[in-house]
């Protein structure tokens, strides 16, 4: 299989802004930033490197440069955070952004690539990412 191109950053945030059905793209830009801020800071090393040499450039940095995480979040602590991160949003609004962005940077990542994101991060998170892992 071909290796997947880098999004660039019109249809990455498309993607996002469709799945979102955010009404404009700095609604889908700021749930990117925030959502790849906090997984930037579950994951390490050649994991976060390759994923983010698949995102456009400027979510690329904010995915190498994270805001630090003491601990991986479990999925619902997560989305938890990016309650707190944007402004207005519930619990609720926050899972659908996740959900938004996560699914887009799963669509950018491989399946080898998702399967390597996936053991780094606490279990329930393929769901986030829309890829159910079977049991």
Known sequence: MA???TLRREAFLNHVKERGEYGT???AERAARV???LLGAHL???VRAHLAARLPEGFALILLNPLQSAEPL???RFVRATAAWIEG???QTAAWDVSAVLSTVADAADDDLLKQILLQLPDGYDLLFGHPQPI
Request: proline share 11%; hydrophobic share 40%; charged share 35%.
């Open 3 to 5: 290796a997947k191109m």
């Open 35 to 37: 959502v790849l801020a």
């Open 25 to 27: 793209t700095e609604e």
């Open 89 to 91: 949003a519930t619990e």
């Open 74 to 76: 479990p999925p619902e």
């Open 44 to 46: 390490v090393g050649d």
